[in-house]
């Protein structure tokens, strides 16, 4: 069994962990949701569609361009090692501590959505929804903390069974008569979409680009794979490719069962879907649809969120004790660290507050991040690249711009909740400092 030297991270995953974490990192909830959201701004069949083949293909030239960076620097901690290496330690603090509380935001919010959704499904259970958001934290706790083969298994079987389910939405929202409430929808041929405007566009397209977040979640584990340099480009790449045929087919089929004036004044168009085809059982099976899109998603985030700190640890930007790893290659201490914050965000309902400012952190940290492969072309061209990024410098111009504007359209939009990230990331170099005396 091979140990990557002075870290006691197992370099044991391979392409299938990589693909299944790229997928299972980024279809989630919010495929269910969104397509309701670019209906609002998009008035025809065609331009639904194509743009989330834009959004997809935004989000392509992004897994190229930092499938460059993970092959030239596969170590653990995603974000945060590509922005040190290229803008300094101040930077990369900056990006790790942010992108840490992003996962542990997130963490925190999905296990509620969890426990919500179980509720929908057992009413019985009312009231409990925090005791039931710590337990499921509690049990992929016991599960990463089994190891690194046990908890690298699981994600790529629930995985496979969660795009096993989307393909079964899919199936069936083409293949099964309509029985009940929705009109179908005229073929799409003899649809005239109603222009759009270009606040819409813009709108509908920053909707699809979040609903791809997650697809970087392969990087984080550079260090742990057998061969980053062969594996993590097909990983990335390959997983953002299946996940925008996925994406594009469930708005597809969607839109063969619900009108689009139906779907934009809808809260959840899939349920919506389902009910037509199912009766009243549609919005059952959706709600379980909901509970298997999120089982690989809490895994994964909780092995991305304790790798972070894990990177932070070793290099002694946080406290050196969250580097240790149990016999099972699980950044065990990180871990129980991670799983604390999250806990005290679930119990106290503080996530929600973080969950604002989460669009902020995403944004100004894969900014960071594209500017630091420019930098390091510029600086470091000896640096060894087994692969790099495809149609570079225009690739990488085109990821840039498009960060740059995302983050720019974050801040004018919610100025306050900028200014509140400013404030969490001040708190973090003040930790930062208070950790490294311990």
Known sequence: MS??????????????????VTIGGTIGVGILRTPALIAGQLH?????????????????LGAVCLAELGTAIPQAGGYYVYARRGLGDAAGFAVGWTDWLTYCAALAYLSIAIAEFL?????????????????????FVALQSAGLRVSSRFQEWTTVVKCLAFLALIAACFVLPIRTGVE????????????????????ALQAVVIAFGGWQSALYFAEEDRDPAAHLPRALIGGVAMVVAIYVLVNAALLQ???I???????????????????????????????VSLIPLLNALLMIGTRILFALGRDRMFWPGAAAVNAGGTPATAMWITTAATIALIATGTFQQLVALVSCFLAANYCLCCIALVVLRRREPNLPRPFRAWGYPYSAAIVVAGAIVFLGGVLIGDTRNGLIALGLLAGGFLLKLLSRQV
């Open 3 to 20: 140990v990557t030297p002075s870290s006691g991270l197992r370099r044991i995953l391979g392409l299938g962990f990589g693909l299944a």
């Open 44 to 60: 025809g069949e065609w331009p639904i569609l194509l743009i989330w083949i834009a959004g997809g293909l935004y989000t392509m």
């Open 119 to 139: 509720i929908l499904l057992v009413p019985s259970l009312a009231g409990w929804t925090t005791p039931i958001a710590i337990g499921a934290m509690a049990g």
């Open 184 to 203: 179908a929808v005229p073929a799409m041929s003899s649809v005239a979409p109603t222009a759009a405007t270009l606040t819409g566009v813009i709108l």
């Open 257 to 259: 069962v619900v009108p």
């Open 261 to 291: 004036p139906a779907m934009a004044q809808s809260t959840l168009a899939a349920a919506d879907a389902a009910r037509a085809i199912a009766g009243e059982r549609g919005g059952q099976l959706i709600t379980i649809l909901s509970i």
